[in-house]
């Protein structure tokens, strides 16, 4: 089980640690290296084998691979999974998914068997898979949309049929699942026996249920996906020209010597290679990140105050596909409307400030694009937050959120005594009203920061 955020004294804080799953006396079953995330304390990926039918030597199961998690998505190439069985089984046929390899099927009873490895792993098929090799729920590449963001496509489904058990009705879980989505970083527990699964017939009017159903939960450690850190966070206000940068290394630093090639100059030609999701693809900054997102406070008016947030991608080898950003400000708690981005705002885990969590809009920015040599790839968007009398502030940084994450993965903040300050004198500071002069002021220094802004984002990067 994991340990529930009641468990640990301060929950607002990510920690990891090792999960055992033992059974019976010191059996133990598997160890998972577990990362407690203080905004999305239930996520796990879920993993169900359903026997739906029992056959003369084995049965026919679906799996269904469930992701739980709020803000994590399975990008492409797609996820695979693997098991070791526990008996002599073979999987005679499979639909939905393919196994990458089939094995030594030539022994007789088995020479058309789909796959009949010890240790099968398994692959989505495209969308444009042919029919009849088509299941309910599958068939999507091996991607799965996060949960907060789509749950009707945050699962993956698929049937196989397996023989090879005799007449022993005695059916053992496989053990030992492995789970890339796509890369490593998660490990499961034991497929346990379950309640079987049981789903709605005859419009709802009827529920019927499986033979048996094993259950394991997989669970995601950044520390074991091995990453280095993923983004940054760079900050500005319309109130004070200074302009926050990202942390000098925030990924990692720029390589001194000149041949090294953990990053790329500008100007230099892009090694030509299909390997791509490296560092060494990543545009050289001061910062070294393949992802960067700027959080500007543009506007200040009478009840509302607006946003303007930007991810810009450094990496000339990478679209971001179906990328996610979650901010954690308390400002959300409040009405909030994005311009360009879709979003939602996660519901409040209790102990966590206001968490809102934005995705591209179909068809128009739903994918971040790679850098060319001309310019990082980015998408952005104005936010327009009410106002809560009682909380609101821009004193001491309060207008800055708390922490930001892209496609899951935490992002690298600036540290509290760099933040942009508001002046001393506030008058930058009235609301704009209906007075024409002081919109006009207003716009004039809008456009100042915005103009600061360009030449900063143009230094910041050679
Ligand atoms: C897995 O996620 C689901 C949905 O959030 C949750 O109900 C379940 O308790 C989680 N399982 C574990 C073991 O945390
Ligand atoms: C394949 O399996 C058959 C019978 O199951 C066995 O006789 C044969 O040696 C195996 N071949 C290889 C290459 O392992
Ligand atoms: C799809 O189905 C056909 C015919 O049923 C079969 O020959 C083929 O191997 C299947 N492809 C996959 C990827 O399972
Ligand atoms: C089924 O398998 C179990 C464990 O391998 C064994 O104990 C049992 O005798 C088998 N039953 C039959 C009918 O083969
Ligand atoms: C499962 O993994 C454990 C630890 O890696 C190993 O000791 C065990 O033999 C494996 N079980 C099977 C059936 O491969
Ligand atoms: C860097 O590359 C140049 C030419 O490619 C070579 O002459 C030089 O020795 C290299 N320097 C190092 C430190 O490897
Ligand atoms: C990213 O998208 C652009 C434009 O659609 C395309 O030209 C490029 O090949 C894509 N890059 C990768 C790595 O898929
Ligand atoms: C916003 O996201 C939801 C859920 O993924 C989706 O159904 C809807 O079509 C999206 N809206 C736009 C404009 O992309
Ligand atoms: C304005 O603030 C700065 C830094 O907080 C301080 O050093 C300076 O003395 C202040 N000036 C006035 C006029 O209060």
């Excluded at 990202?246 to 290679?273: K, M, V, W």
């Excluded at 885990?349 to 739903?366: K, T």
């Excluded at 909380?391 to 892209?406: A, K, V």
């Amino acid at each position: 089980m994991l340990p529930a955020a009641t468990d640990f004294p301060d929950k607002n804080e990510a920690f990891c640690i090792d999960i055992v799953d033992i059974i019976g006396f010191y059996v133990v079953e598997s160890i998972r290296h577990y990362c407690y995330d203080p905004l999305d304390p239930n996520g796990n990926i879920t993993v169900t084998i359903d026997i739906l039918q029992r056959t003369t030597d084995g049965y026919t199961a679906r799996v269904t691979i469930q992701n739980y998690y709020q803000y994590r998505h399975v990008d492409k190439p797609g996820w695979t999974i693997g098991w070791t069985w526990t008996k002599e089984e073979v999987i005679v046929s499979m639909s939905g998914a393919f196994a990458t390899q089939q094995g030594n099927c030539s022994s007789l009873n088995f020479q058309d068997a789909h796959c009949c490895k010890k240790d099968p792993q398994i692959a989505d098929l495209p969308t444009d898979a042919s029919p009849e090799n088509m299941t309910e729920g599958c068939c999507k590449g091996g991607l799965i949309s996060a949960y907060a963001i789509n749950p009707a496509k945050s699962f993956s489904s698929f049937e196989i049929s397996v023989a090879n058990l005799g007449a022993n009705t005695t059916y053992f879980a496989p053990q030992n699942l492995t789970i890339m989505a796509p890369g490593p970083g998660y490990t499961c527990g034991s497929l346990q026996d379950t309640d079987p699964t049981v789903s709605p017939d005859i419009g709802g009017r009827r529920h019927v249920q499986v033979y048996r159903t094993w259950k394991s939960i997989c669970t995601y450690s950044t520390f074991l996906a091995n990453k280095a850190p993923a983004c940054c966070v760079s900050l500005s206000t319309f109130y004070n020209p200074t302009i926050t940068s990202c942390r000098l290394c925030s990924c990692g630093c720029r390589p001194t010597d000149q041949n090294a090639t953990s990053c790329i100059r500008e100007g230099y030609n892009l090694p030509q290679s299909d390997f791509v999701n490296s560092i060494d693809f990543v545009k050289c900054t001061d910062h070294m990140c393949p992802v960067r997102v700027h959080w500007h406070v543009k506007n200040n008016y009478v009840d509302h105050w607006r946003i303007k947030l930007t991810v810009s991608n450094y990496n000339y080898k990478k679209n971001y596909s179906d990328w996610n950003v979650l901010v954690q400000h308390p400002g959300f708690s409040q009405k909030s409307t994005a311009y360009s981005f879709n979003g939602t705002v996660l519901p409040a885990v209790g102990f966590a400030e206001e968490v809102a969590l934005y995705w591209g809009v179909s068809y128009f920015n739903e994918e971040l694009l790679q850098a060319d040599e001309d310019q990082e790839g980015s998408v952005t968007t104005d936010i327009l937050l009410e106002k809560d009398s009682k909380s609101f502030t821009f004193r001491n940084g309060w207008g800055f959120p708390r922490r930001i994450y892209f496609n899951g993965e935490d992002c690298e903040m600036p540290l509290p005594d760099t933040f942009p300050m508001l002046p001393n004198s506030s008058s930058t500071l009235k609301p704009t009203s209906n007075s024409f002069w002081l919109l006009l002021l207003l716009l004039l220094l809008t456009f100042l920061t915005f103009k600061t802004q360009i030449s900063n984002f143009g230094s910041d990067d050679q």
